[in-house]
Nanobody
Framework: QLQLVESGGGLVHRGGSLTLSCAAS????????VAWFREAPGKSREGISC????????NYVDAVKGRFTISRDNSKNTVYLRMNDLKPEDTGVYYC???????????????????WGQGTQVTVSP
């Protein structure tokens, strides 16, 4: 069974940090592009960061640039999202998605294809 499982969410105060994990089972993440999305209350789901397979190129949306870091550990078949200096507007459900398109990180923000996890809640208090 192909599955992605997110973990690491929780409740933190403004300025705090969390590290989210996206662990795969039934397939290998190393050859796939992996993106993180979030869905804030009352808003549509948005892509916030992506790491490509191959050259491992990375991008971030401006709202998280400089605060969030995406990385992968192929030995653990896991992609991470380190989130620093969290703000209340970062609150939401965070999802990861994996996709075999080699150009996934060029289109991930408008893509809903691939394998998705069930999400993990992040809440940042003022």
């Amino acid at each position: 069974q192909l599955q992605l499982v997110e973990s690491g969410g929780g409740l933190v105060h403004r300025g705090g940090s969390l590290t989210l994990s996206c662990a795969a089972s039934g397939f290998t993440l190393e050859d796939l592009g992996v993106a993180w999305f979030r869905e804030a209350p009352g808003k549509s789901r948005e892509g916030i960061s992506c790491i490509n397979s191959g050259n491992g190129s990375i991008n971030y949306v401006d709202a998280v640039k400089g605060r969030f870091t995406i990385s992968r550990d192929n030995s653990k078949n896991t992609v991470y999202l380190r989130m620093n200096d969290l703000k209340p507007e970062d609150t939401g459900v965070y999802y990861c998605a994996a996709n075999g398109l080699h150009y996934y990180c060029s289109i991930y923000q408008r893509s809903r294809t691939g394998t998705w996890g069930q999400g993990t809640q992040v809440t940042v208090s003022p």
